[in-house]
Each structure stands twice: as structure tokens, then as C-alpha cells.
Nanobody, 115 residues
Framework: QVQLVESGGGLVQPGGSLTLSCAAS????????MGWYRQAPGKQRELVAI???????NYADSVKGRFAISRDNGKNTMTLQMNSLKPEDTAVYYC?????????WGQGTQVTVSS
């Protein structure tokens, strides 16, 4: 059974930091592209950052320089370090793992940036 479980969300003030984690099981994690996506109320789900099986990263323009994605293939985990958070970063953040036709999502974790 495949599971992607996010953790680390919460309430943070503008300018603050949070670290999200995604723990994967039931997949050959090292083979999968992994990504973070987010969905704000009333908006479509959007890409935040992705990391290839080899560690190549790509970011949405809105988070470049503030967020950092990483993975630990030995622990089957992926993280998203989020710094200089803004109110517009408020959303549910989802973990995604995909490899050819295999495509899995976590349940999401809420991130709220507010004073």
C-alpha cells in the first residue's frame, strides 16, 4: 500500500519559517520524482517545487530564493524548507510522487501565514 504522509504545517507569522516533511512508503522512493504542490482557497492547485530522482530541483517563480526542496533516499523522505513566508503562501500543501504511470498524492497539510 502506497502512502505519502505530510507533516510540519501550522500557523506562522509573516517572515517566519516552516519545514514540511513527506514520508513515503510502499514505493521505490529513489526512483520517483517528488514534488510539493499547494492549493489556496478558491484557487487551483499549483506546483511549488519538484526534485528529480537524481536531485535536480525546480521551483515556482513565487518561491524561488525562499523555499528549498530536498530528499533523503535512505529515509524515504522529502522536505520543503520555507523561509520568509508571506500571507500569500497560505494554502494546503501536498506531497506528490510520480514515476511513469504511477502517480500518488498525500492528504495535505495546512500552512497559514498570518499575524
Amino acid at each position: 500500500q502506497v502512502q505519502l504522509v505530510e507533516s510540519g504545517g501550522g500557523l506562522v507569522q509573516p517572515g517566519g519559517s516552516l519545514t514540511l516533511s513527506c514520508a513515503a512508503s510502499g514505493i521505490i522512493f529513489s526512483s520517483y520524482y517528488m514534488g510539493w504542490y499547494r492549493q489556496a482557497p478558491g484557487k487551483q492547485r499549483e506546483l511549488v517545487a519538484i526534485i528529480s530522482s537524481g536531485g535536480t530541483t525546480n521551483y515556482a517563480d513565487s518561491v524561488k530564493g525562499r523555499f528549498a526542496i530536498s530528499r533523503d533516499n535512505g529515509k524515504n523522505t522529502m522536505t520543503l524548507q520555507m523561509n520568509s513566508l508571506k500571507p500569500e503562501d497560505t494554502a494546503v500543501y501536498y506531497c506528490r510522487g510520480y514515476y511513469f504511470i504511477h502517480d500518488y498524492w498525500g492528504q495535505g497539510t495546512q500552512v497559514t501565514v498570518s499575524s
